[in-house]
T-cell receptor, first 115, second 109 residues
């Protein structure tokens, strides 16, 4: 595997289900991100992890819970979602360098549908 | 706050036409600027970037110049192909990227 991979690619869940999205990066990066992409809305940054510590949480509802067990893996745990949470969830990674971050590399996304 | 405004789409062109997609930004300081492309069913791919004023990013025939005086980073290509059909996103920042809303481009043969 190369680049950034995400599983599953498609997920349909009911509002009472619990599921998890997985992201894995094979680029040796040390920062990872979750984004939400909804139709007709700009990409929304949800969470940022740098060196496995969460450095940003953009007022995301608690029904979304991220986990970063190591620098290569990132999870998004989903619980009691709403239909408006249906979207494409994108994972990205980048390398922290010289006090800043290099460009981000994105995975293919998980298309989530909440019934 | 920081923001990015892109030309509204969709944009439809014929093959070999000249392409411009406008992008302007508001920011505190001098952010890095990016163009990303998203092909159907895929994630975003970095197309080009510029890190300081007057820098020109280029890739696959696409170009964009960092214009501090007009706070712009317009994407251009001299002769588009059907394979360029995709959604294009302008973005600014570094650790935290702020994206425009995306512009859907369709190229007809």
């Amino acid at each position: 595997e190369t680049g950034v991979t995400q599983t599953p690619r498609h997920l349909v869940m009911g509002m009472t289900n619990k599921k998890s999205l997985k992201c894995e990066q094979h680029l040796g990066h040390n920062a990872m991100y979750w984004y939400k992409q909804s139709a007709k809305k700009p990409l929304e940054l949800m969470f940022v992890y740098s060196l496995e510590e969460r450095v940003e949480n953009n007022s995301v509802p608690s029904r979304f819970s991220p986990e970063c067990p190591n620098s290569s893996h990132l999870f998004l745990h989903l619980h009691t979602l709403q239909p408006e949470d249906s979207a494409l969830y994108l994972c990205a990674s980048s390398q922290l360098a010289g006090g800043g971050y290099n460009e981000q590399f994105f995975g293919p996304g998980t298309r989530l549908t909440v019934l | 706050g920081d923001s990015v405004t892109q030309m509204e789409g969709p944009v439809t062109l014929s093959e070999e036409a000249f392409l411009t997609i406008n992008c302007t930004y508001t920011a505190t300081g001098y952010p890095s600027l990016f163009w990303y492309v998203q092909y159907p069913g895929e994630g975003l791919q970095l197309l080009l970037k510029a890190t300081k004023a007057d820098d020109k990013g280029s890739n696959k025939g696409f170009e964009a110049t960092y214009r501090k005086e007009t706070t712009s980073f317009h994407l251009e290509k001299g002769s588009v192909q059907v394979s360029d059909s995709a959604v294009y996103f302008c973005a600014q920042g570094a650790q935290k990227l702020v994206f425009g809303q995306g512009t859907r481009l369709t190229i007809n043969p």
